[in-house]
Nanobody
Framework: QVTLVESGGGLVQPGGSLRLSCTPS????????MGWFRQAPGKQRELVAR???????NYADSVKGRFTISRDSATNSVYLQMNSLKPEDTAVYYC?????????WGQGTQVTVSS
């Protein structure tokens, strides 16, 4: 059973930075895409950033210019560099990996932006 292990969340002041990491517990073959989602209290889970195996990338409008997604094909890991964080970025962040018709989710990591 593959699990995605996330790390890097925490408490940061507005304007600060965090880097999230997501690594599978075992190698995953035939990955199509990897991404990060977030869910704030009382809101639906939303896409933050996605990177396809072709390295095509898309971001939510709310994070463009501040967040950067990247991947390591050797380890099937995906990262999210978050700069200029705002209080509205506060949420639980989840990584997701798509392998053909299969999807794998991380357990979630809390990001809190507050002074």
């Amino acid at each position: 059973q593959v699990t995605l292990v996330e790390s890097g969340g925490g408490l940061v002041q507005p304007g600060g930075s965090l880097r999230l990491s997501c690594t599978p517990s075992q190698p995953i073959l035939s990955i199509d895409a990897m991404g990060w989602f977030r869910q704030a209290p009382g809101k639906q889970r939303e896409l933050v950033a996605r990177i396809k195996i072709t390295d095509s990338i898309n971001y939510a409008d709310s994070v463009k210019g501040r967040f950067t997604i990247s991947r390591d094909s050797a380890t099937n890991s995906v990262y999210l560099q978050m700069n200029s964080l705002k209080p509205e970025d506060t949420a639980v962040y989840y990584c997701k990996t798509r392998q053909l018709a299969n999807y794998y989710w991380g357990q979630g990591t809390q990001v809190t932006v507050s002074s």
